[in-house]
């Protein structure tokens, strides 16, 4: 069974930096893709961030290009979203998902969520 739990959000001021991080299981880490997607509150889940193990493919959202960077630790079987120069908008809370259908929100499993929020 695919497990996936997220961790590292929390309320931090505007220009403010987060990690958060996305503990997978069950499914080969050696081959795998995970997504990040967001949802703020009365708005649809948008993708934010995806890598892909099998080619090391990362896809940035615009919104967010330039600001985060997806990386992945195979030893720990951990995806981070290090997200930088965090702002307002950024407010939402972040999923991280097992095989997405990048950028569409269709993934195979999906973690429980973690709220981040940007305020001053």
């Known amino acids: 069974e695919v497990q996936l739990v997220e961790s590292g959000g929390g309320l931090v001021q505007p220009g403010g930096s987060l990690r958060l991080s996305c503990a997978a299981s069950?499914?080969?880490?050696?081959?795998?893709?995970i997504g990040w997607f967001r949802q703020a509150a009365g708005k649809g889940r948008e993708g934010v961030s995806y890598?892909?193990?099998?080619?090391?493919?990362?896809y940035y959202a615009d919104s967010v290009n330039g600001r985060f960077t997806i990386s992945s630790d195979n030893a720990k079987n951990t995806v981070y979203l290090q997200m930088n120069s965090l702002k307002p908008d950024d407010t939402a809370v972040y999923y991280c998902?097992?095989?997405?259908?990048?950028?569409?929100?269709?993934?195979?499993?999906w973690g429980q969520g973690t709220q981040v929020t940007v305020s001053s």
């Open positions: 069950g499914f080969p880490f050696d081959d795998y893709a």
């Open positions: 890598f892909s193990s099998r080619d090391g493919s990362t």
């Open positions: 998902a097992a095989e997405p259908d990048w950028p569409q929100a269709v993934a195979g499993a």
